[in-house]
């Protein structure tokens, strides 16, 4: 079983969750360890010698990684010429010393120094890459989940013109084993162009449509199969990845923070995942709804996604089917794609969020946070929220679910909805001692219910079915210390918890 950490368990705790993410949402996976204990294989997707990846003028390579660890030099992508070892032409970007590496050949090498240890997390955590290459401006530019991380003034001023190497993810074009990458790769995407801080920021956090303006090749690895690694750009350029048969390698579930195709035509699109900045949890903004996640350091399988419609005023449009008195929402309305098990605070601010906005001074019953799954539904009313405070509305302890949300209010009480919250459990379970220093019991267990429990690696460990209604001691003195992922299944509910064992 390939142990690619809790990113394997999200397609199966969305069910506790009430919606579903996306199965395409995929990312290309090597478990170092598993690949280190047997035979080293070398891994690596060869897109062939296209001269589509010949640019001769400026270019832009970006993606998003998660690497068993930044401090190593690896190479993640590149084409170089070096049959002859000159390296006199050619490109190559990767990490070291937790910064972007990048290394072009025009035929004189172009580098941004690096100078120390950079801003990459050393291990679990999702980073956004970016290499600029412009001829334009005679740079080369390195980003950072959007942010600059070095610049160098590029001499002589020229492109980059290969004929007959490859175009090759996750190693080093010219070397098959010494820089081999190891961790998760997605949305691997190649640009004929130099794009702005602007351009990657403002679609680093969803997926494209494939056909934007100076895209060259778009690898998401959502169809990828086997050895087929589907370009999903304009040119159709495939890639085939090497050993695709080995136990370490996968296409498995991303942990990536990045959204569908429904969060390009959105205004204000941020991301709450965790990664090196002191509110790395949060999503904070001034169009009136801001989210504070339950992130915690190292949990890169939870992310938030959200965007905003950016409309303005109220409207009586696409109430609850409870028929409140008076209705009005706001016409604005933010749209959240998130991985399962992320919970967290939604704040609603009156002045911001769009104009005209509803009266305060109703009682906190007649307001309600609203929800709907797509655009064409009507709301269902999620939650009632706290104690406002110069208009602004809190919503806490709140599971966080995919999907479209307002805020509305009623002439007299809102009558809030069950129809999602009743999805997540339809029993209550209780796991204790918790932490635990040899083995827990679960409470409410029924005949039939099935027990996996999962390492801090998504490896799992152990698997128990219920033969009885009686509480179900399970034992963990066998594993080593630290925390676990208990998921239980039956036909009427889904539900996780995480145990620790110290």
Same mark, same amino acid.
């Given at each position: 079983?390939?142990?690619?950490?809790?990113?394997?368990?999200?397609?199966?705790?969305?069910?506790?969750?009430?919606?579903?993410?996306?199965?395409?949402?995929?990312?290309?996976?090597?478990?170092?360890?598993?690949?280190?204990?047997?035979?080293?294989?070398?891994?690596?997707?060869?897109?062939?010698?296209?001269?589509?990846?010949?640019?001769?003028?400026?270019?832009?390579?970006?993606?998003?990684?998660?690497?068993?660890?930044?401090?190593?030099?690896?190479?993640?992508?590149?084409?170089?010429?070096?049959?002859?070892?000159?390296?006199?032409?050619?490109?190559?970007?990767?990490?070291? #010393?937790?910064?972007?590496?990048?290394?072009?050949?025009?035929?004189?090498?172009?580098?941004? &120094?690096?100078?120390?240890? $950079?801003?990459?997390?050393?291990?679990?955590?999702?980073? @956004?890459?970016?290499?600029?290459?412009?001829? %334009?401006?005679?740079?080369?530019?390195?980003?950072?989940?959007?942010?600059?991380?070095?610049?160098?003034?590029?001499?002589?001023?020229?492109?980059?013109?290969?004929?007959?190497?490859?175009?090759?993810?996750?190693?080093?074009?010219?070397?098959?084993?010494?820089?081999?990458?190891?961790?998760?790769?997605?949305?691997?995407?190649?640009?004929?162009?130099?794009? /702005?801080?602007?351009?990657?920021?403002?679609?680093? @956090?969803?997926?494209?449509?494939?056909? #934007?303006?100076?895209?060259?090749?778009?690898?998401?690895?959502?169809?990828?199969?086997?050895?087929?690694?589907?370009?999903?750009?304009?040119?159709?350029?495939?890639?085939?990845?090497?050993?695709?048969? @080995?136990?370490?390698?996968?296409?498995?579930?991303?942990?990536?923070?990045?959204?569908?195709?429904?969060?390009?035509?959105?205004?204000?699109?941020?991301?709450?995942?965790?990664?090196?900045?002191?509110?790395? @949890?949060?999503?904070?903004?001034?169009?009136?709804?801001?989210?504070?996640?339950?992130?915690?350091?190292?949990?890169?399988?939870?992310?938030?996604?959200?965007?905003?419609?950016?409309?303005?005023?109220? %409207?009586?449009?696409?109430?609850?089917?409870?028929?409140?008195?008076?209705?009005?929402?706001?016409?604005?309305?933010?749209?959240?794609?998130?991985?399962?098990?992320?919970? $967290?605070?939604?704040?609603?601010?009156?002045?911001?969020?769009?104009?005209?906005?509803?009266?305060?001074?109703?009682?906190?019953?007649?307001?309600?946070?609203?929800?709907?799954?797509?655009?064409?539904?009507?709301?269902?009313?999620?939650?009632? &929220? /706290?104690?406002?405070?110069?208009?602004?509305?809190?919503?806490?302890?709140?599971?966080?679910?995919?999907?479209?949300?307002?805020?509305?209010?009623?002439?007299?009480?809102? #009558?809030?909805?069950?129809?999602? #919250?009743?999805?997540? %459990?339809?029993?209550?379970?209780?796991?204790?001692?918790? &932490?635990?220093?040899?083995?827990?019991?679960?409470?409410?267990?029924?005949?039939?219910?099935?027990?996996?429990?999962?390492?801090?690696?998504?490896?799992?460990?152990?698997?128990?079915?219920?033969?009885?209604?009686?509480?179900?001691?399970?034992?963990?003195?066998?594993? &080593?210390?630290?925390?676990?992922?208990?998921?239980?299944?039956?036909?009427? %509910?889904?539900?996780?918890?995480?145990?620790?064992?110290?």
């Amino acid at each position: 079983m390939k142990t690619r950490l809790l990113i394997l368990l999200l397609a199966v705790f969305a069910l506790q969750r009430g919606y579903s993410q996306s199965p395409e949402n995929k990312s290309w996976s090597i478990d170092y360890n598993v690949w280190n204990d047997n035979d080293t294989p070398a891994l690596n997707i060869n897109c062939g010698t296209d001269p589509v990846f010949d640019f001769q003028d400026d270019f832009t390579i970006e993606l998003w990684v998660r690497a068993w660890n930044f401090i190593e030099n690896r190479k993640v992508i590149g084409k170089v010429n070096a049959d002859d070892d000159t390296f006199d032409n050619g490109y190559v970007m990767g990490f070291i #010393e937790g910064q972007v590496y990048t290394e072009c050949f025009n035929p004189t090498l172009q580098q941004v &120094p690096i100078t120390g240890s $950079g801003t990459m997390p050393i291990d679990s955590a999702y980073v @956004h890459m970016t290499s600029v290459y412009s001829v %334009t401006n005679s740079k080369l530019y390195n980003y950072i989940n959007g942010e600059l991380s070095g610049e160098a003034d590029m001499f002589p001023s020229a492109g980059v013109s290969i004929e007959l190497s490859s175009f090759i993810i996750g190693n080093a074009p010219w070397d098959a084993v010494s820089f081999q990458f190891y961790g998760d790769l997605d949305e691997i995407r190649v640009w004929d162009k130099a794009l /702005t801080q602007e351009e990657i920021k403002s679609r680093m @956090h969803f997926k494209l449509m494939g056909n #934007e303006d100076d895209l060259l090749a778009y690898y998401p690895f959502d169809d990828a199969s086997g050895s087929t690694v589907p370009d999903n750009g304009p040119n159709g350029i495939d890639g085939t990845l090497s050993n695709s048969d @080995h136990i370490s390698v996968g296409f498995e579930l991303s942990g990536a923070p990045v959204a569908d195709v429904a969060m390009s035509s959105l205004e204000e699109v941020q991301a709450a995942w965790y990664n090196t900045e002191e509110n790395f @949890h949060r999503i904070s903004s001034d169009n009136g709804m801001s989210v504070i996640t339950d992130v915690l350091e190292n949990e890169y399988w939870k992310y938030l996604v959200m965007g905003n419609t950016n409309a303005v005023g109220i %409207t009586p449009d696409n109430a609850p089917s409870t028929n409140p008195v008076d209705f009005n929402r706001t016409a604005r309305e933010w749209y959240v794609k998130c991985a399962p098990d992320v919970s $967290g605070t939604f704040t609603v601010d009156l002045v911001e969020a769009g104009g005209g906005l509803i009266q305060d001074s109703f009682d906190l019953d007649q307001y309600a946070l609203l929800w709907r799954a797509n655009l064409e539904d009507n709301f269902i009313a999620l939650a009632h &929220p /706290t104690s406002p405070i110069d208009g602004i509305f809190q919503f806490q302890n709140f599971d966080f679910q995919d999907g479209y949300y307002a805020f509305g209010v009623s002439g007299q009480t809102f #009558e809030i909805q069950t129809g999602i #919250e009743e999805l997540k %459990t339809a029993r209550n379970f209780g796991f204790y001692p918790n &932490p635990t220093s040899e083995h827990f019991t679960i409470s409410g267990i029924n005949t039939g219910d099935k027990v996996n429990i999962y390492n801090t690696l998504g490896a799992l460990v152990k698997t128990i079915t219920s033969t009885s209604n009686n509480d179900l001691r399970i034992e963990l003195a066998d594993q &080593p210390k630290g925390s676990f992922i208990v998921h239980i299944q039956s036909k009427d %509910t889904s539900f996780t918890q995480r145990i620790i064992l110290q």
